[in-house]
């Protein structure tokens, strides 16, 4: 089944604890991407991947890390996570570039303490 | 005032009406996206446009680049279309790069009574 899975689902932390959020496609897409969705603020982006090694920042970098090492993995890192970092995150994937249908990962809820 | 705006933010309706849900942006685009975001939050795509009109079932989104206007309707609305649309733009920066940038409206919050 054609997928883009995030773990964990759902993670409370606390302030300083570096973590990390996996996601992974097994369709083979070249474009990966990172968001946020905050209530009243929407999604907004936080970084893309436009293929291995190739990493940008969207509008929300700040306090974020990716890595691309692997087609199929887009890990997020929060080195020293915050309170503001609470939020659902999502993961997405499509064909070439954000020009393509998206695939959404199910979500990742976080909660930063 | 955000590049993506959509209205209505929040719209209610009565089984089988017709809906549309507007979404406006004020930057150069070369794709736009609709997307489902259903109560359990889950977010799957229901178009991407760069002209024209798309249809699918009874969803219809049509895009004018001209005016930075576009709009999804919803013909014969049902309860199990109440969820939160989303138009996202891909932009066009002025080199004409960020091709992986995504900008995104608000969200309109649909439901539909039986």
């Known amino acids: 089944e054609a997928q883009v899975t995030q773990n964990p689902r759902y993670l409370i932390t606390v302030t300083g604890k570096k973590l990390t959020v996996t996601c992974s496609q097994n369709m083979n897409h070249e474009y990966m991407s990172w968001y946020r969705q905050d209530p009243g603020l929407g999604l907004r982006q936080i970084y893309y991947s436009m293929n291995v090694e190739v990493t940008d920042k969207g509008d929300v970098p700040e306090g974020y890390k990716v890595s691309r090492k692997e087609k199929r993995n887009f890990p997020l890192i929060l080195e020293s996570p915050s309170p503001n970092q609470t939020s659902l995150y999502f993961c997405?994937?499509?064909?070439?570039?954000?020009?393509?249908?998206?695939?959404f990962g199910p979500g990742t809820r976080l909660t930063v303490l | 005032k955000n590049e993506v705006e959509q209205s209505p933010q929040n719209l209610t309706a009565q089984e089988g009406e017709f809906i549309t849900i507007n979404c406006s942006y004020s930057v150069g685009i070369s794709a736009l996206h609709w997307l489902q975001q259903h109560p359990g939050g889950g977010i799957v795509s229901l178009f991407m446009l760069s002209s024209g009109k798309k249809k699918h079932g009874r969803l219809i989104a049509t895009i004018n680049i001209q005016e930075k206007h576009s709009s999804l309707h919803i013909t014969a609305s049902h309860p199990r279309d109440s969820a939160v649309y989303i138009c996202a733009v891909r932009n066009v920066g002025a080199g004409g790069t960020s091709y992986g940038k995504l900008t995104f409206g608000q969200g309109t919050i649909l439901t539909v009574h039986p």
């Open positions: 997405a994937s499509s064909w070439g570039s954000a020009y393509n249908e998206q695939f």
